[in-house]
Nanobody, 122 residues
């Protein structure tokens, strides 16, 4: 069992930046950030393979968000720039030991954190 703990969520104004962190208690081969706004489905934001460093991004965040990881610290990051009110959501860290054909699908991950809230005001 791998435990994931997110941090870094906050309230910011549009155009601002935030960096989210997720610390894992163990090793996973695939990691991702998801977000869920009230009344909406959980959606994949960005993913990374911890072995190949291959990344994937949702179209809505590509060019603004960057996913990265520090293997030594077992920490996953999400750098978020040029934030808009549409980015407001609970952000979740996720991990998996197995490959799935869609790395931004919730079905690909079996380890989840509790979430950290990001609120962007206009």
């Amino acid at each position: 069992l791998v435990q994931l703990v997110e941090s870094g969520g906050a309230s910011v104004q549009a155009g601002g930046s935030l960096r989210l962190s997720c610390t894992a208690s163990g090793t996973t081969y695939y990691q991702a950030w998801f977000r869920q706004a009230p009344g909406e489905e959980r959606e994949g934001v960005a993913s990374i393979s911890t072995t190949t460093q291959t990344t994937s991004y949702a179209d809505s965040v590509r060019g603004r968000f960057t996913i990265s990881q520090d293997s030594a610290k077992k920490t996953l990051y999400l750098q978020m720039n040029a934030l808009t009110p549409e980015d407001t959501a609970m952000y979740y860290c996720a991990g998996s030991l197995t490959w799935y054909d869609d790395p931004l699908s919730v079905k690909a991950y079996n380890y989840w954190g509790q979430g950290t809230q990001v609120t962007v005001s206009s």
